[in-house]
């Protein structure tokens, strides 16, 4: 049709850009070879003080990603409690040779038949052809399912809640092992840090000319090896900015941790997890400012499973960037 897009093409293209905002597979599941390399970069972190918050972090990316995987995983068991109910018939025929005697299965028989459905089942679900058939089944359920007007909430609800948590354990990581490298080398970097009293209110427990008598008291007169936690209070670890300044104060190697927290997609992460938690996920001024997004105050915070997914892999790449810089940084 000259001039234009025919009717024909118009359909097809509109279903399939709601199925890819829609779908999980395609997107929020990528990210669960992460996993592996998360525990990768655990397993290298050499300094003793960084490494145990280097395992938290590969657990709580794990439980993440499980968090991620919540869909595919209740459906692929349904369809499979599904699957094991069809080998039933098949199972009876075979251990129970005279049910047309009208005895009653024993338990015991009732054991092997479950078992018989069971071995059934698995032997079907290794084969191409059986993965192949679970697999079209489970994406054709989610499909099905994820379009129900009834889901729709819970969905968007489940997308913020991966997006919140895949913000806290960054946060937590960042501000934990920062004062692990504080406390362990009080020497050098929590002297750099100690810049900030300087910028700080005179007034509190620690300013820079002096440290409460109740904070010595509280820490056994000796603050060699809490120097990190006394100081972590006067930086502001809940936002990219606060973070990046207390990394940049610490250590000598302002390029390295700059690369790591001058990034879009991690201060959209932020400003994505702040909306959703302190204005219930509706869009306001202060998100647009950080953003720069073409959005419209008021409105819900746009969110599927490609966005979700990049937020997710942002978390989890700045965490072991900022593991694997620390680490370096470390004096040996």
């Not at 890819?20 to 929020?28: A, D, G, M, P, S």
């Not at 094991?84 to 040779?97: D, E, Q, R, V, Y």
């Not at 104060?249 to 991690?266: P, Q, S």
Request: charged share 30%; aromatic share 6%; hydrophobic share 40%.
């Amino acid at each position: 049709m000259a001039g234009g897009v025919s009717p024909m093409t118009k359909k097809p293209r509109r279903r399939h850009k709601k199925k890819t905002e829609l779908i999980f597979q395609r997107n929020i599941l990528e990210v669960e070879n992460y996993h592996d390399t998360v525990e990768k970069c655990a397993q290298k972190i050499r300094t003793k003080t960084i490494k145990p918050y280097a395992q938290v972090f590969a657990r709580n990316v794990e439980d993440l990603i499980m968090l991620c995987g919540l869909p595919v995983v209740l459906l692929y068991t349904g369809v499979f409690e599904t699957r094991h109910t069809a080998f039933i018939p098949g199972a009876i025929l075979k251990i129970k040779k005279n049910l047309g005697k009208g005895k009653p299965l024993t338990k015991s028989e009732h054991r092997r038949i479950h078992q018989e459905a069971d071995r059934q089942l698995r032997k079907y679900s290794e084969s191409a052809a059986g993965k192949e058939a679970i697999k079209k089944e489970v994406e054709f359920k989610i499909e099905h399912i994820l379009n129900m007007s009834d889901m729709r909430q819970a969905v968007i609800n489940l997308l913020r809640a991966i997006t919140v948590t895949s913000w806290t354990i960054f946060e937590a990581l960042s501000k934990d092992i920062w004062i692990a490298a504080l406390n362990s080398n009080c020497d050098i970097l929590a002297k750099r840090a100690m810049k900030i009293l300087k910028e700080s209110s005179p007034s509190g427990d620690i300013t820079s000319k002096t440290i409460s008598t109740d904070l010595l008291a509280k820490h056994g007169f000796d603050v060699r090896n809490c120097m990190g936690t006394l100081l972590s209070g006067k930086f502001d670890f809940t936002g990219v900015t606060g973070i990046k300044k207390a990394y940049v104060y610490a250590f000598d190697n302002k390029k390295m941790f700059e690369r790591i927290f001058d990034v879009k997609g991690l201060s959209h992460l932020e400003a994505s997890r702040h909306v959703i938690v302190h204005n219930a996920g509706i869009i306001d001024e202060n998100y647009l400012r950080r953003t720069k997004r073409r959005l419209k105050v008021g409105k819900a915070l746009p969110l599927n499973s490609r966005i979700v997914s990049r937020h997710v892999k942002k978390a989890i790449d700045s965490g072991c960037q900022l593991l694997k810089a620390v680490d370096k940084c470390m004096p040996r």
